[in-house]
């Protein structure tokens, strides 16, 4: 984008802001054209500058999941690590409840694909695995357990709980249960 003209620039910038307004209310099938009439442009400038939805999916996500890559880098230095592992995965499950779509996004692209290594499911996998390492490492994860399996509980979870009227705790409850287990607790 660094050599576009700047009226290129200011309709990437209108269309990625209506695009994020649109996936949150729509999830991950947001109609482009509703994005291209929203922004004030026509529907080849939206396909311009993202030739496919996975493009525009990729730049509606990309600043979340970079945050959340900072999140995985600082919990990292953290001492509890199954804690840590596991703040760093409400956190995505949290985020993949309030973004619509980015649950839904992410099945679209089977994790572990070569072309897909510069995608969010990627990059996403990419930063919990130093925490799922650590966790590994201590012993209080499963030495079986991958990236690939976390983020498939947690995309699992974030869609099976979307419409319930309260997603974000009935969520919780899930994860929960999944992390504890369906054993008694033992005294």
């Not at 209080?140 to 709980?161: C, E, K, N, S």
Request: charged letters at 20%; hydrophobic letters at 45%.
């Amino acid at each position: 984008m660094t050599g576009q003209r700047s009226d290129a620039r200011r309709n990437y910038a209108r269309v990625l802001a209506v695009a994020v307004t649109e996936v949150a209310a729509h999830g991950a099938q947001a109609s482009l054209e509703q994005i291209a009439r929203s922004a004030g442009v026509g529907s080849a400038t939206v396909r311009r500058h993202f030739p496919t939805r996975k493009d525009l999916l990729e730049a509606v996500f990309q600043q979340r999941v970079h945050a959340l890559c900072d999140l995985a880098r600082t919990l990292c230095g953290e001492s509890d690590s199954r804690a840590s592992l596991l703040t760093w995965l409400r956190e995505l499950l949290t985020y993949s409840l309030d973004a619509r779509g980015l649950a839904g996004f992410l099945t679209y692209v089977p994790l572990g694909d070569e072309d897909a290594h510069h995608s969010c499911a990627a990059t996403i996998e990419d930063a919990v695995a130093p925490l799922l390492r650590k966790a590994v490492a201590d012993q209080t994860v499963r030495a079986d357990t991958t990236p690939h399996d976390l983020i498939t509980l947690i995309v699992g979870i974030a869609l099976a709980t979307e419409n319930h009227t309260a997603p974000a705790v009935q969520a919780e409850r899930v994860l929960r249960l999944t992390v504890e287990g369906l054993s008694p607790t033992r005294t």
